[in-house]
């Protein structure tokens, strides 16, 4: 019997500000508290990450540091660690292959790409198994979106894209599932001169659904 390819994009949104308050434990703001944390762009000083409480008073990835502290008074900003945040999603990838499937990566700069053909019954079908995902990551302070599809592609721009926490897209039906996605979730690469920035909302509905 051939086994049709299968393959789960996870997608983590706000990764890096998720990886810091882990890291801190106890010490780690309330996630009441406005978090960003602030890199270089050139000679500037940006937001890189901004938690959910963040982006709930307006504040984007890119955004001057020092907009963001004036727009709010107890925001809570951090320096970033890109080489914190990668090593720490190696590490994932590491234990979503001993858990879920023997073939799992990191997908820089969120998330993974597991590799789950054959693989789903023995962890109840693929519903079950994306909605165990999504719990176990947000138990532990992950938020997490998730895909499964026949190829990279079509999961990566379906956790990214569509609302919902866990979505499956059915065999051969990839194409359908992306035809009216925004033309960013292609990967494609961007003209030259050419800016954008994104965001990501990390409350939506837990419920796993089913396109067609």
Same mark, same amino acid.
């Given at each position: 019997?051939?086994?049709?390819?299968?393959?789960?994009?996870? !997608?983590?949104?706000?990764?890096?500000?998720?990886?810091?308050?882990?890291?801190?434990?106890?010490?780690?703001?309330?996630?009441?508290?406005?978090?960003?944390? $602030?890199?270089?762009?050139?000679?500037?000083?940006?937001?890189?990450?901004?938690? $959910?409480?963040?982006?709930? $008073?307006?504040?984007?990835?890119?955004?001057?540091?020092?907009?963001?502290?004036?727009?709010?008074? *107890?925001?809570?900003?951090?320096? +970033?660690?890109?080489?914190?945040?990668?090593?720490?999603?190696?590490?994932?990838?590491?234990?979503?292959?001993?858990?879920?499937?023997?073939? +799992?990566?990191?997908?820089?700069? *969120?998330?993974?790409?597991?590799?789950?053909?054959?693989?789903?019954h023995l962890h109840g079908g693929?519903?079950?198994?994306?909605?165990?995902? @999504?719990?176990? !990551?947000?138990?532990?302070?992950? +938020?997490?979106? @998730?895909?499964?599809?026949?190829?990279?592609?079509?999961?990566?721009?379906?956790? =990214?894209?569509?609302?919902?926490?866990a979505t499956i897209v059915p065999?051969?039906?990839?194409?359908?599932?992306?035809?009216?996605?925004?033309?960013?979730?292609?990967?494609?690469?961007?003209?030259?001169?050419?800016r954008s920035s994104t965001s990501?909302?990390?409350?939506?509905?837990?419920?796993?659904? =089913?396109?067609?």
């Amino acid at each position: 019997m051939r086994v049709m390819p299968r393959v789960v994009s996870l !997608f983590l949104p706000t990764w890096p500000t998720d990886r810091v308050r882990r890291t801190l434990a106890a010490a780690a703001p309330s996630r009441d508290v406005p978090l960003v944390l $602030v890199g270089h762009d050139g000679r500037r000083r940006v937001v890189t990450a901004a938690d $959910v409480a963040a982006r709930r $008073v307006g504040l984007r990835v890119g955004m001057p540091a020092t907009k963001a502290q004036a727009l709010v008074a *107890d925001l809570v900003m951090m320096d +970033a660690e890109p080489l914190a945040d990668a090593e720490a999603l190696e590490r994932l990838a590491i234990w979503a292959l001993q858990r879920y499937a023997p073939i +799992a990566a990191a997908d820089p700069p *969120d998330g993974l790409v597991i590799d789950t053909s054959g693989a789903d019954h023995l962890h109840g079908g693929e519903e079950t198994m994306l909605a165990g995902m @999504v719990q176990r !990551f947000s138990s532990v302070g992950i +938020a997490a979106r @998730v895909a499964v599809a026949d190829c990279w592609g079509a999961a990566h721009a379906t956790a =990214r894209h569509r609302p919902g926490d866990a979505t499956i897209v059915p065999c051969a039906h990839g194409g359908e599932v992306i035809f009216d996605l925004p033309i960013g979730a292609l990967r494609l690469p961007a003209p030259s001169g050419y800016r954008s920035s994104t965001s990501s909302s990390s409350s939506r509905s837990s419920n796993t659904r =089913r396109t067609s």
